[in-house]
């Protein structure tokens, strides 16, 4: 069994384009993977276990699964943490344990950013976001990859001084003018695009009329807007089975999954009046799709291993 640690993946300095393409192929390709709902475990209040199983097809026509355990407790640090179980779908041999927090943030931001550049009004330029932590730092890395030549004002929440290290990781890139906001209903007022990366929200955190016509918000984590179910004109999200079981579901007006506007059998943003929702529940084909990729840029003779010493003989107790 190889393994494959969290610096062994920064090490390959993987760009943020290539997250997005990645996002990009997975998205189109989503009928062909297998992929139950996640499993969500509350142990505590405030913290959760997430098992996400999926199988994906790799670019060589090969068969690839895997699981990932996602886990947050609010009083670790960092609160999220994943690990990834990697193996040959074809013939059940077992490829890599690897570290998935590097996975988890850099597949999210770039499926935030697949969103915003499909569903966001053609024009957009005011960016509010809540919750700045590394989930939000990716889907800016990605966004200033992908719109390399477009200005954006970041609005960003002021929070326990983290506004002042979000604008700090980004002050090399002179594509954005950054402010700060104390209220949040004054943030999202005038905002094109709304991100929410915050990971525990137990309530719905603004009224009604804080979403402009034309906005598309983004719940990272989906928490704390059940408000807009009700009245936004289109909701959309990556899986079906994963949102299904939300409590307004029923009453979302217009619903489809993201990967049927790509494929132009759903219809996505038709006027820059529409408000629209994307629940980007967060969908283990993209973790597998992006495990393997990472697992076939090492070589497999340097890697680390470990041996499990699993029985060799068909009967063994």
């Known amino acids: 069994m190889n393994i494959i640690t969290h610096q062994d993946i920064i090490s390959l300095n993987i760009s943020p384009l290539d997250c997005y393409k990645w ?8 009928a062909d993977s297998i992929l139950p709902p996640k499993i969500s475990m509350k142990p505590l209040d405030g913290a959760f276990c997430n098992v996400m199983p999926s199988i994906v097809v790799s670019d060589d026509g090969s068969k690839v699964g895997g699981v990932k355990l996602v886990t947050r407790y609010p009083n670790r640090i960092p609160s999220l943490d994943s690990k990834l179980f990697l193996f040959n779908a074809d013939n059940g041999k077992f490829k ?5 927090n590097w996975i988890t943030a850099m597949r999210t931001g770039a ?9 966001a009004k053609k024009d957009f330029k005011t960016i509010a976001i809540i919750g700045l ?4 730092r990716a889907t800016i890395s990605v966004l200033a990859e992908k719109f390399r030549n477009r200005r954006f004002t970041l609005r960003l929440l002021k929070y326990k001084g983290q506004e002042q290290l979000f604008a700090e990781r980004f002050k090399q890139f002179d594509c954005f003018n950054i402010e700060y906001y104390e209220n949040i ?3 999202f007022r005038g905002s094109d ?7 525990y929200l137990p309530n719905d955190i603004c009224s009604d009329d804080a979403f402009d016509e034309g906005v598309l918000l983004v719940p990272i984590h989906t928490l704390g807007y059940t408000n807009c179910d009700l009245f936004f004109d289109k909701v959309f999200a990556d899986d079906t089975d994963h949102v299904k079981h939300f409590k307004n579901f029923a009453k979302f007006k217009r619903f489809a999954e993201v990967h049927n506007v790509v494929a132009g059998k759903a219809q996505g943003r038709e006027n820059d009046r529409e408000r629209i ?3 980007n529940i967060g969908i283990a084909m993209h973790d597998i799709f992006f495990a393997d990729k990472i697992y076939n840029l090492f070589d497999e003779s340097k890697l680390k291993k ?12």
């Not at 499926?111 to 569903?119: G, M, N, R, T, Y």
Request: charged fraction near 20%; hydrophobic fraction near 55%; aromatic fraction near 8%.
């Open 96 to 100: 890599a344990l690897m570290d998935a």
């Open 277 to 279: 929702l994307v629940y």
């Open 185 to 187: 209903d004054n943030m």
């Open 306 to 317: 470990i041996d499990f010493a699993e029985p060799c003989d068909k009967f063994w107790i």
């Open 193 to 199: 695009v709304i991100i929410s990366a915050a990971t």
């Open 133 to 136: 932590g590394n989930t939000a």
């Open 111 to 119: 499926v935030a950013v697949h969103s915003i550049d499909l569903l």
């Open 23 to 30: 996002v990009e192929q997975m998205i189109a390709r989503k």
